[in-house]
């Protein structure tokens, strides 16, 4: 003889759908518990600071006296500073090392992507520059462009250089300074692109020398899309340090000589550190986080919004 299950009541059913939603809201209590003490660190550095420097955009302010609202004011002044705007175009020009350093950061994380012996210690002695301290990266550089120095030989050798510092020429201390940029960088992005790289599926590129392709057309087919993602992150992340560069040229130049390397964030530094008009430099600052996310929305378009082909 067979039995039919007995149905469970609307009363039993309801009170273990009540126990699985009180079992949700207290995991997720306990999630938002953990969270909690980097929310509010979030909040304290980073939102709350983001709203009040926009905020100071539209006052004067001198740390002394409240904020008072001006409204455009502190834009009017800024879109009459010849100083601010070339310093916005050296920012800009800055940006010129951004191609330069993705193209060599994805060659060298091509060239140690190798199960080579001792390739380890290539990878470490790459990402070295990075974890130096910019204070010593930059006393060692500038020591190195200094007159005589070694940069300078190596330049008079090859007939590239009639002599004297490279940082002291208002036509090549830009271009030494991002130089510099670009030896510290490069070790950074090539760890993200060997990350992508080994993230492609080996067997899409053996199936494609299967096919018939050289190494060149895997590359630009299966190697390239598959990176686009990284591309895109790491990108990013070099427009944005690239416009806001200020550790290189507070380090090594002080925005010499003649204003050369004088760029939009060491401006913002100096209005608000040197001058003590806050209200002015949140206004330049603001000016520089919009130019970011409009070269962010060009990385988008420009890498597809970082989705690989399937």
Request: hydrophobic share 50%; glycine share 10%.
């Given at each position: 003889?067979?039995?039919?299950?007995?149905?469970?009541?609307?009363?039993?059913?309801?009170?273990?759908?009540?126990?699985?939603?009180?079992?949700?809201?207290?995991?997720?209590?306990?999630?938002?518990?953990?969270?909690?003490?980097?929310?509010?660190?979030?909040?304290?550095?980073?939102t709350w600071?983001?709203?009040?420097?926009?905020?100071?955009?539209?006052?004067?302010?001198?740390?002394?006296?409240?904020?008072?609202?001006?409204?455009?004011?502190n834009?009017?002044?800024?879109?009459?500073?010849?100083?601010?705007?070339?310093g916005?175009?050296?920012?800009?020009?800055?940006?010129?090392?951004?191609?330069?350093?993705?193209?060599?950061?994805?060659?060298?994380?091509?060239?140690?992507?190798?199960?080579?012996?001792?390739?380890?210690?290539?990878?470490?002695?790459?990402?070295?520059?990075?974890?130096?301290?910019?204070?010593?990266?930059?006393?060692?550089?500038?020591?190195?462009?200094q007159?005589?120095?070694?940069?300078?030989?190596?330049?008079?050798?090859?007939?590239?250089?009639?002599?004297g510092?490279?940082?002291?020429?208002?036509?090549?201390?830009?271009?030494?300074?991002?130089?510099?940029?670009?030896?510290?960088?490069?070790?950074?992005y090539?760890?993200?692109?060997?990350a992508?790289?080994?993230?492609i599926?080996?067997?899409?590129?053996?199936?494609?020398?299967?096919?018939?392709?050289?190494?060149?057309?895997?590359?630009?087919?299966?190697?390239?899309?598959?990176?686009?993602?990284?591309?895109?992150?790491?990108?990013?992340?070099?427009?944005?340090?690239?416009?806001?560069?200020?550790?290189?040229?507070?380090?090594?130049?002080?925005?010499?000589?003649?204003?050369?390397?004088?760029?939009a964030?060491?401006?913002?530094?100096?209005?608000?550190?040197?001058?003590?008009?806050?209200?002015?430099?949140?206004?330049?600052g603001?000016?520089?986080?919009?130019?970011?996310?409009?070269?962010?929305?060009?990385?988008?378009k420009?890498?597809?919004?970082?989705?690989?082909?399937?």
């Amino acid at each position: 003889m067979t039995t039919t299950p007995r149905r469970e009541s609307r009363r039993a059913q309801h009170a273990r759908g009540g126990t699985g939603a009180r079992v949700t809201v207290r995991n997720t209590l306990i999630a938002y518990a953990f969270m909690l003490p980097f929310l509010v660190l979030l909040v304290l550095y980073h939102t709350w600071p983001v709203f009040f420097g926009t905020y100071l955009a539209f006052t004067k302010y001198n740390i002394i006296s409240p904020p008072e609202w001006v409204g455009l004011e502190n834009f009017r002044t800024l879109a009459a500073d010849s100083q601010f705007w070339s310093g916005l175009k050296n920012s800009l020009k800055y940006i010129l090392v951004v191609p330069v350093i993705q193209i060599l950061a994805i060659a060298v994380a091509l060239l140690v992507n190798r199960p080579l012996r001792g390739i380890g210690f290539f990878r470490t002695a790459y990402y070295v520059p990075v974890v130096t301290s910019f204070a010593v990266v930059g006393l060692i550089w500038t020591w190195m462009y200094q007159q005589d120095g070694p940069v300078d030989a190596v330049l008079g050798f090859l007939g590239l250089h009639k002599g004297g510092s490279l940082l002291n020429n208002p036509f090549t201390a830009l271009y030494a300074v991002m130089f510099v940029t670009l030896w510290k960088g490069i070790g950074y992005y090539m760890v993200l692109y060997l990350a992508g790289l080994q993230a492609i599926g080996r067997e899409l590129e053996e199936a494609a020398v299967i096919d018939g392709a050289t190494r060149w057309q895997v590359f630009l087919n299966v190697t390239l899309p598959g990176l686009r993602p990284t591309i895109l992150v790491c990108s990013l992340l070099s427009t944005i340090s690239a416009i806001k560069v200020f550790e290189e040229i507070y380090v090594m130049t002080q925005g010499g000589p003649a204003g050369s390397t004088y760029t939009a964030l060491f401006y913002t530094y100096s209005r608000a550190f040197v001058d003590f008009q806050y209200g002015l430099a949140a206004a330049a600052g603001l000016i520089i986080a919009v130019i970011s996310i409009l070269f962010g929305l060009i990385n988008f378009k420009l890498t597809r919004g970082g989705k690989a082909d399937a």
